[in-house]
């Protein structure tokens, strides 16, 4: 059964860094690509980032890009994705999932995590 648990997620002061990590069960992660997503309050879920299970390449959304990077362990089933000089617009519930289209924007049609809650707020 595939499973993704996301954690990492929290309270932190604009200027500050979170690393978010996925946990992959259930499923082969060297074959698959995945993504970070996010959805803010009353907004529609948007595309944050991916990465190429086939060479590792990456996409950004444009509000992010230079600030966050993902990246990816095969060997310990794990994504990451570091964010830095998070703003209060990155305040979001933030979800990984699987088999995703790695274009701007990244879409998935596969499995999703629950969720890990990130606030940025002084």
């Known amino acids: 059964q595939v499973q993704l648990v996301e954690s990492g997620g929290g309270l932190v002061q604009p200027g500050g860094s979170l690393r978010l990590s996925c946990a992959a069960s259930?499923?082969?992660?060297?074959?698959?690509?995945i993504g970070w997503f996010r959805q803010a309050p009353g907004k529609g879920r948007e595309g944050v980032s991916c990465i190429s299970h086939s060479d590792g390449s990456t996409v950004y959304a444009d509000s992010v890009k230079g600030r966050f990077t993902i990246s990816r362990d095969n060997a310990n089933k794990m994504v990451y994705l570091q964010m830095n000089s998070l703003k209060a617009e990155d305040t979001a519930v933030y979800y990984c999932?699987?088999?995703?289209?790695?274009?701007?924007?990244?879409?998935?049609?596969?499995?999703w995590g629950q969720g890990t809650q990130v606030t940025v707020s002084s």
């Open positions: 999932a699987t088999e995703v289209y790695c274009g701007l924007p990244p879409t998935a049609i596969g499995s």
């Open positions: 259930g499923f082969t992660l060297d074959y698959n690509t």
